[in-house]
């Protein structure tokens, strides 16, 4: 009987160890301990960053040690950093409860006798505190989804059809929450209103400075969609938040399809680039600073005009400046290099993407993304009727 359960034991064992180590790799293990290491030893000492730190290997190690446990200390609520101490306290008494140090002329011996109460104690009590902190983790990571949910509906689920006219999209977020912002919409008298936008930062901040640009950029194009106007309302809206950090890159038009004009403003954000039809690139746009820095700024409207078979990209620094593992980030010139054969939106949209993929590879995003390609179309040539 024995004989016959050990293999289903065993097979048990085997599936919980598959189910519990799913998704685990050598990097995601190396990242925990190089990348993830550091950037939680940054987060914790951040509050001491400007203390002068020892030269000396030993002194440096004790310094940092000192400011890593001060940083995770003074992160917890009081009564969890009681308990956070009263663990490490339990820890060391049951380290040296029975510690016995014996000295001679000739050697010096050191017995440690590990007392299984106070080592059980502190084990139990640092794992309720995990357990605490796990459980705000999840409320957190349930209210961000929430927030998710309701950011989402504010970005177009599908681009409005334009006649004369194709494009393709994308939209990647760093966190649960992005703070890039792009709508096409269409106005009363035939034209379509364009924007792309990057609001400072990523998470939850940069998504509050998008929601309200996006509600005051709706009502600015109802009261009216000229560049000069929307752009100057966007801006006080942006100010009036209050916080130096607040503020967006934006780029907006408004674009006239049956005549490929396009009137638009740049602040701050990456110039889009425009594919003339013989394979000449432009830059749209020019020096200027983001919405919100000022209370108000020099806005002048620019114009282009889009013959058929041009092709527009508009994208967020979260594209240029996305890096690999060694640093090396994507880069602007090669977007640029990607738009040399030009193609129809969504195949130019698709080679943009699986470059920065391949470029990227298992690294994580650290800003949000979003890339916008659009092309007009040549004109249908009219059957003859015969």
């Given at each position: 009987?024995?004989?016959?359960?050990?293999?289903?034991?065993?097979?048990?064992?085997?599936?919980?160890?598959?189910d519990y180590?799913?998704?685990?790799?050598s990097?995601?293990?190396?990242?925990?301990?190089?990348?993830d290491a550091?950037?939680?030893?940054a987060?914790?000492?951040?509050?001491?960053?400007?203390?002068?730190?020892?030269?000396?290997?030993?002194?440096?190690?004790?310094?940092?040690?000192?400011?890593?446990?001060?940083?995770?200390?003074?992160?917890?609520?009081?009564?969890?950093?009681?308990?956070?101490?009263?663990?490490?306290?339990?820890?060391?008494?049951?380290?040296?409860?029975?510690?016995?140090?014996?000295?001679?002329?000739?050697?010096?011996?050191?017995?440690?006798?590990?007392?299984?109460?106070?080592?059980?104690l502190?084990?139990?009590?640092l794992?309720?505190?995990?357990?605490?902190?796990?459980?705000?983790?999840?409320?957190?990571?349930?209210?961000?989804?929430?927030?998710?949910?309701?950011?989402?509906?504010?970005?177009?689920?599908?681009?409005p059809?334009?006649?004369?006219?194709?494009?393709?999209h994308?939209?990647?977020?760093a966190?649960?929450?992005?703070?890039?912002?792009?709508?096409?919409?269409?106005?009363?008298?035939?034209?379509?209103?364009?924007?792309?936008?990057?609001?400072s930062?990523?998470?939850?901040?940069?998504?509050?400075?998008?929601?309200?640009?996006?509600?005051?950029?709706?009502?600015?194009i109802?009261?009216?969609?000229?560049?000069?106007?929307?752009?100057?309302?966007?801006?006080?809206?942006?100010?009036?938040?209050?916080t130096?950090?607040?503020?967006?890159?934006?780029?907006?038009?408004?674009?006239?399809?049956?005549a490929?004009?396009?009137?638009?403003?740049?602040?701050?954000?990456?110039?889009?680039?425009?594919?003339?039809?013989?394979?000449?690139?432009?830059?749209?746009?020019?020096?200027?600073?983001?919405?919100?820095?000022r209370?108000?700024?020099?806005?002048?409207?620019?114009?282009a005009?889009?013959?058929?078979?041009?092709?527009?990209?508009?994208?967020?620094?979260?594209?240029?400046?996305?890096?690999?593992?060694?640093?090396?980030?994507f880069?602007?010139?090669?977007?640029?290099?990607?738009?040399?054969?030009?193609?129809?939106?969504?195949?130019?949209?698709?080679?943009?993407?699986?470059?920065?993929?391949?470029?990227?590879?298992?690294?994580?995003?650290?800003?949000?993304?979003?890339?916008?390609?659009?092309?007009?179309l040549?004109?249908?040539?009219?059957?003859?009727?015969?």
């Open positions: 009987m024995a004989r016959a359960r050990s293999p289903k034991l065993f097979d048990r064992l085997e599936k919980f160890f598959r180590t799913a998704g685990m790799n990097r995601d293990l190396q990242r925990l301990f190089q990348r550091a950037n939680a030893y987060v914790l000492t951040r509050d001491h960053a400007q203390e002068p730190e020892p030269r000396k290997g030993l002194r440096r190690w004790l310094h940092r040690t000192r400011l890593a446990f001060l940083g995770l200390s003074y992160k917890l609520s009081p009564a969890r950093r009681l308990l956070f101490v009263l663990a490490l306290l339990f820890l060391l008494i049951g380290l040296t409860r029975d510690l016995e140090v014996v000295v001679s002329t000739d050697k010096i011996r050191i017995l440690i006798d590990f007392s299984p109460f106070w080592f059980v502190s084990f139990l009590a794992t309720y505190l995990l357990a605490l902190e796990l459980v705000d983790r999840v409320r957190v990571r349930d209210e961000l989804e929430v927030a998710r949910e309701l950011q989402a509906a504010l970005l177009p689920q599908e681009m059809v334009i006649p004369g006219w194709s494009s393709a994308s939209y990647r977020t966190n649960e929450v992005g703070g890039d912002y792009y709508d096409l919409m269409p106005l009363p008298d035939g034209r379509v209103a364009l924007i792309v936008g990057d609001a930062g990523h998470g939850m901040a940069a998504g509050l400075v998008m929601a309200i640009a996006n509600t005051t950029l709706k009502t600015a109802d009261l009216d969609p000229a560049p000069e106007k929307v752009m100057a309302l966007l801006n006080r809206a942006i100010w009036r938040i209050g130096r950090r607040a503020f967006m890159s934006v780029f907006y038009a408004v674009l006239d399809p049956a490929g004009t396009l009137e638009y403003l740049c602040a701050g954000h990456p110039f889009p680039l425009l594919r003339r039809e013989d394979g000449r690139i432009e830059e749209l746009g020019r020096g200027g600073l983001p919405l919100g820095i209370e108000t700024l020099p806005l002048e409207a620019q114009r005009e889009l013959q058929p078979g041009d092709l527009l990209v508009l994208y967020t620094d979260g594209l240029a400046e996305a890096v690999d593992g060694a640093g090396q980030a880069g602007y010139d090669r977007i640029a290099e990607l738009l040399q054969h030009g193609g129809a939106p969504w195949a130019v949209h698709d080679l943009i993407l699986s470059t920065f993929d391949h470029h990227t590879r298992d690294e994580p995003l650290r800003d949000d993304l979003t890339l916008l390609v659009m092309s007009r040549p004109p249908v040539p009219l059957t003859p009727v015969s």
